[in-house]
C-alpha cells in the first residue's frame, strides 16, 4: 500500500492479522468506559479526519459510522495508543448519552457480584425506540 | 471441562478461539484506561477470587500475575463484562501508580496531534530501575 507522507501515524498502529485493532471508546465527561469496537485503518483515518467514531463492523463486514441508525455518534476529543501500538483509545463525548445497542449508557452494565453478573446500569431507551425493528 | 455450579459465571464470557479475553484495567481513583492485556478463564478465575489482576502472557504463554517482577500489583475493586460478553473491564488500585512496562503510569501515554503521535505522560521510574535487566 502507498503511503502518504502525511499517513505515517497509521503506519505506526501494529494491525493484526485481520487488519484490525480493538478501540475502546471513554466518555470524556464521566470517565465511564464505554463501549469496545474493531477499527481497521480507514476507519481510524475517517475517526481522526472527521472527529467522529468509525468502527469496523466485523459482523457485517463494513464500515460502521457509530450512531448512523440510533443518532448515538461519538464526538472524538482525544484519540490515544497504547505502548504496543494495538489498541487505540478513544475519548468521546457520547451523543443522546447512550454508547449501547441495548440502550443503556455503556456496554459495561454488567458487574460481578459473588459470583454472579448483576446488571447495574438501567436501561434509558429501548432498543426498539432507538432502532425500530433493526438493532446497529 | 467440568464446571462447578458456582463457575457458572465464568461460563457467560465468550472466550475467543484461543480462550482469550481481552481486559480493559482502569483507574479507580482517576478514572483512566491504564492498559489492556488478555484473560483466560483461569487468569480470570483468580482474579476475582484473589482481588489482584492476573493475566494471561501470550508472549510467554503463561500465566501473569500483574506486578509478579515489578511490584506494581493492581488491586482489583470491581470487575464488568460488556454487553457481549467478549470484553472484561477491571477497575483497579494501581500499586506503585505505574502500570505500563515503560514506566510510566498508563500504557496509553500517546496522543494524536495532528498527524503524529506525541508522548504526553512522562517515565515515573525507568524500566531498568523497575525490573533491573529484564522487563516485564
Redesign the interface.
Known amino acids: 500500500m502507498t503511503t502518504m507522507a ?4 497509521l503506519d ?1 498502529v501494529r494491525w493484526d492479522d485481520r487488519g484490525l485493532v ?1 478501540a ?1 471508546a ?1 466518555d470524556v465527561a ?4 464505554l ?2 469496537a474493531w477499527m481497521n485503518r480507514e476507519s481510524l483515518a475517517l475517526t ?1 479526519k472527521n472527529g467522529e467514531a468509525v468502527y469496523w463492523s466485523r459482523s457485517r463486514g463494513r464500515l460502521w459510522r457509530k450512531g448512523e441508525e440510533s443518532g448515538h455518534v461519538q464526538k472524538v476529543r ?7 501500538a494495538d ?1 487505540v ?1 478513544l475519548r468521546v463525548e457520547q451523543i443522546g448519552g447512550i454508547a ?3 440502550g ?1 449508557e455503556r ?6 457480584e459473588g ?3 448483576t446488571e447495574t446500569d438501567p436501561v434509558l431507551k429501548s432498543p426498539q425506540a432507538i432502532y425500530g425493528d433493526d438493532k446497529e
Chains 1, 2 share one sequence.
Request: hydrophobic content about 40%; proline content about 3%; overall charge positive.
Open positions: 502525511n499517513e505515517t501515524w505506526e480493538p475502546i471513554q464521566s470517565g465511564k468506559v463501549m469496545v481522526a482525544e484519540i490515544r495508543l497504547d505502548c504496543d489498541v483509545l449501547c445497542h441495548t443503556r456496554c459495561f452494565f454488567r458487574k460481578l459470583n454472579r453478573w
